[in-house]
């Protein structure tokens, strides 16, 4: 079964009961639109007057946010930064210039266990294709060493000039003749917060939208319960870890089966460490609840990367964060404002 049916069956279950694909008059039915986008398929949920029209529009926003950011897209303005790496800098949109000054705050307070620079090492390993995969012997020490140096953040330039008049230019470059950014381990929770400030300007209040492993939910459901979501098992696809309802927060879920490949006896995902070049192999899955779909999108990919010890002890020291990890031996971690105690591996 694809990760994506999994997820969008789960809230389904959770849902059902309240939801309809046409609401009509009825403000306090549930509206459910699914399109694929962000290569995975994106729920939206939500009910209230004008639901319909709104969930087009956050749908629209989600597809021209995406259009900008997605590094597969060689049309696309990251694409564009990534082409000219190392060369002169790239004008940009002032949503671009605020996606990548946020993912990089993120790259700054996990001390470059995430690095939306990873794109060489995604390659390396054998992760840039539709299908993961590598032929011949894995890379060696000196290979991983070559292949370290055109990751880091900090040599992403971003600059930003105010013409008269008031209006500003943005600019983006890679310092390096072959870095390439990806935007793979943040960009879902960033466009689905996009979606989200649609949906509310619109005047809706009681939203929910599934994009691959990130959900984003505020308000409630009809009957004023908060929405539930569930975390799913990394190991048996039709089970799950635990379930915790959501209200004005966003969960994502990081892990091992998402994206990997077996090879020479050995079992590959597609989360690699910056730091070290290689695939992260201690840990089985990681989830975030945060503030923000991008938060508890690059933070789950943060304390992937960091484990046990270090990822709990960078989630204790903020506010409204918290965090379940399965470590590879099925051990189960959780911070102390984890919501939902009981976990059934």
Avoid at 219 to 231: I, L, R, T, Y
Avoid at 335 to 341: E, G, N
């Amino acid at each position: 079964m694809p990760t994506w049916f999994f997820t969008f069956f789960c809230l389904s279950v959770l849902l059902m009961p309240h939801t309809c694909k046409g609401a009509g008059d009825n403000a306090s039915a549930i509206v459910s639109q699914m399109r694929p986008l962000l290569h995975t398929f994106v729920e939206i949920k939500a009910w209230g007057d004008g639901a319909h029209e709104a969930i087009e529009a956050a749908f629209a926003e989600m597809s021209r946010i995406n259009d900008l950011l997605n590094n597969y897209d060689p049309a696309s303005e990251v694409s564009r930064i990534n082409a000219a790496a190392g060369e002169k800098p790239v004008t940009i949109s002032p949503e671009t210039m605020d996606a990548l000054r946020t993912a990089i705050r993120f790259c700054e307070l996990s001390g470059g266990a995430f690095d939306i620079t990873v794109g060489p090492l995604l390659k390396f390993w054998g992760f840039a294709q539709e299908e993961p995969g590598m032929f011949g012997h894995e890379p060696d020490r000196r290979a991983i060493r070559k292949a370290k140096k055109l990751v880091d953040y900090r040599a992403i330039e971003l600059t930003e000039v105010q013409k008269e008049g008031g209006a500003f230019t943005y600019c983006a470059r890679l310092k390096r003749p072959g870095m390439w950014i990806d935007v793979g381990a943040f960009s879902k929770g960033y466009v689905a917060d996009r979606a989200m400030e649609v949906l509310g300007a619109r005047g809706i209040t009681n939203m929910l939208i599934s994009a691959g492993g990130t959900i984003c939910a505020r308000g409630k459901k009809p009957d004023g319960s908060p929405w539930m979501v569930a975390v799913r098992h990394p190991r048996k696809e039709d089970s799950f870890l635990t379930f915790v309802k959501l209200s004005d927060a966003s969960i994502s879920t990081s892990g091992d089966y998402e994206r990997f490949y077996e090879h020479e006896g050995k079992r590959r995902g597609h989360i690699i460490d910056p730091r070290s070049g290689m695939p992260v192999e201690r840990m089985q899955s990681v989830s975030v609840i945060a503030r923000s779909g991008v938060e508890s999108d690059a933070l789950s990919t943060a304390l992937f990367v960091l484990g046990p010890e270090k990822g709990i002890a960078l989630i204790e020291k903020l506010p409204d964060a918290s965090a379940l990890l399965i470590t590879q031996q099925g051990e189960i971690v959780m911070s102390r404002k984890w919501p939902q105690r009981t976990v059934f591996y």
